[in-house]
Every structure is written in C-alpha cells, then in structure tokens.
C-alpha cells in the first residue's frame, strides 16, 4: 500500500509574505473598506481618494460600485476610464493592475493568492495579476494568480482565468478556452 502525506495546517507559515503597511494601516484600511467600499456608500470620488491615501495609484475616471471589497490598496494600480462592478473582491495578496478602460463587471474576484495542495503545510502561494488595456472581465468570472489578461481580451461570465488570455480573445469556461477573436465596430 501506498504511504500517503496528509495536509496539515499546523505547519502553514506564511511569514516570508509580507502584507505591507503595518498593522496599524492594515487595521485602518480594514475599517475604511468596510465603511466605504464593501457597503452601500455612493461617493466614488471619495473612494478614489481614499484608495490613494493608502497608497493606490489611480487614474481618471475610475468607477468603484457598491459592495467592492479591495484587501491591499496599496498593492492596486488603476488606470484612466475603469469600471469596477457590483461586489467585485480584489484579493490582492500580489499586485494588480487594471490598465485604461477595462471593465471588472459584478461579482468577478481577481485573486492574487492560493494554497499549493501538494504541501503538507498548504503553502500560501502568491502571482500577480494584469487586466491590459480595454480588457472585459464578465460578472462571476474568477481572475487566477499570476494571470495576464491581454489587451482587450474578454472573459466570459461565469468564466475562470487559470492561465494568460491572449490580447484580443473571447475566452469562456472553466478553465477558460478561446472561443473566438473580439470584433470591436465604430
């Protein structure tokens, strides 16, 4: 019989990740998302100043709906013309960047972090993740670490990014799959 390794989260350690911002920030930012971005406040100006008085940088016009939930402000770079839908959780353990006039739409989750299911201790393990200019990220869709997604690439609702969508694609499925190529008409 073969012998087996079982999980066992009384060894994760994940004290080589470092959040960033203290914990004094951190705490203070948790507050602040609750209050103003994972809630029903309306004022998107003021959540724009809020996110780079903890240190993102944002564009122009950048739209922030109701009940996002954003982890590290200061690991998010966000270009002219973005939306950011209903709901949408950033889980940005790593860095993200979302460029010029992308669109994150209603429930999508860009996470940076995950587990290695190979380990005994469930090593946390962390990518970065980059939505290109022009770029669709549709309701539901999950956003996988390390993921680039190309310039103006779409992904499709309901859909899961686990590897790089090529600029410019229709991707759709779990894991995601090129349908076709994107056809933008004046």
């Known amino acids: 019989m073969e012998s087996r390794f079982k999980t066992d989260l009384s060894k994760f350690n994940n ?9 004094v920030k951190r705490i203070s930012w948790y507050i602040i998302n609750a ?12 959540k724009r100043f809020l996110l780079r008085l903890f240190g ?15 982890k590290y402000p200061w690991h998010l770079r966000i270009g002219n013309q973005v939306w950011i839908g209903e709901r949408v959780w950033i889980d940005n353990l790593g860095l993200v960047v979302l460029h010029d006039n992308t669109c994150v739409s209603q429930g999508a989750m860009l ?4 587990h290695h299911y190979k380990k005994v201790a469930f090593d946390l393990i962390v990518g970065n993740i980059t939505i290109e200019e022009g ?4 309701a539901q869709c999950v956003v996988c670490p390390g993921v680039k997604v190309g ?22 499925g779990n894991p995601a799959v090129k ?8």
């Open 35 to 46: 209050l103003f971005f994972n809630s029903a406040f309306p004022i998107i100006s003021f």
């Open 135 to 138: 770029a669709w990220i549709g």
């Open 111 to 114: 996470l940076c972090g995950n």
């Open 151 to 172: 310039s103006h690439a779409v992904l499709t609702v309901n859909s899961v990014a686990t590897n790089r969508l090529e600029p410019w694609g229709i991707y759709q």
């Open 56 to 70: 993102a940088k944002i564009g122009k016009n950048v739209i922030i709906k109701p009940y996002v939930n954003i």
């Open 179 to 186: 349908i076709k190529e994107r056809v933008i008409k004046g």
């Open 15 to 23: 004290d080589w990740y470092k959040k960033g911002g203290g914990s």
